[in-house]
């Protein structure tokens, strides 16, 4: 490129890029001056600890919404291959260490599952995840039979650990998001999953190898929905018919209001979906200080999933397409 032309302010794509802060503040200050107790140091670490489990979810889908595909069993994985957990550690008295190897191990299977179905099997990444997600959750529903699984109390006190005035879990997430940032921004990996969300055949001619790449995010995925699954199992100290019910779009909401797009190559781990979480966490966290019934929930969260996908929807139609090749230098980055 000969030089850099200036970009001129646009309140439309000002306004596409941080109206999700200006919104959350607005939620913020609703809630704190409905109930006073609500911004507090108390509050703000309880709003971390509700999205601790989602955050780490979120990371990992992530990078399979960035490639322009999606997983909505990511719910589900994170309920098998907790309910596996918690019944070897809980039913047939297996090591901890043990329990949580086959765990991690049963979710990277389950992201495979869908990675082959997707990639190799070019079945579209909607059915092919919504019949996984359906196939996931009865398995773990039989395996439990339907029923409660208890970890034993010498593990449950985990969810609840803190650290100073901050539980372990929260630390937990946010270093997860860490990792997965420095996966995104810092390793060839995270520049080719972006490579193949802008547009696949471009990709592909830069040498980029599609399928293995876009079969290891879905491989990804489904490690991050085990890890997130240990965190809402300590969280909750068991397993229950309804673990992980709805977390795959509450996850997609945190991904699309941090500012990944749904069609794939745009967004970035940090801040993006830490904000994402947070936003969301806070209006569900907000709405227990006020005292709202319990029906509101699903209408609040149903709608936040529809302003932010709608959002998305505009963004994207008044946005041309990005381009993968800016010079020549980028281009050698995504080749190699």
Known sequence: MTGKTKKNFSFRNFLFRYGFLFVLLLVIVYFSASAPSFFSLTAAISVLHTAAPLLVIASGLAFVIMTGRIDISVGSIAFLSSAVAALMISRYHLSIPLAVICMLALSCLMGAINGFIVVILK?????????????????????????????????????????????????????????????????????????????????????????????????????MAGLGGIVMTLQVGGVTPTSGTGYEFSAIAMLVIGGISLYGGEGSILPGILIGGITLAVIETGLNYVGASVYVYSFVRGGVIFVSMFADALKTQIKPKAKIIEDEESSTILAK
Do not use: W
Not at 131 to 139: E, F, K, N, P, S
Not at 143 to 148: A, H, P, R
Not at 171 to 179: A, G, K
């Open 123 to 223: 079945v579209n990444p909607m059915i092919a995840t919504f019949g996984t997600q359906l196939a996931y959750r009865g398995i773990g529903l039989f395996l439990t039979n339907s029923m409660v699984v208890s970890l034993p109390r010498s593990i449950r006190f985990l969810g609840n650990k803190k650290v100073g005035p901050i539980y372990v879990d929260i630390l937990f997430s946010l270093f997860v998001l860490l990792i997965m940032f420095l996966v995104h921004t810092r390793t060839q990996i995270g520049r080719q999953i972006v490579a193949i969300g802008n547009d696949i055949s471009i990709a592909e001619k830069l040498g980029i190898k599609e399928k293995k790449i876009s079969f290891f995010g879905y491989l990804l995925c489904g490690l």
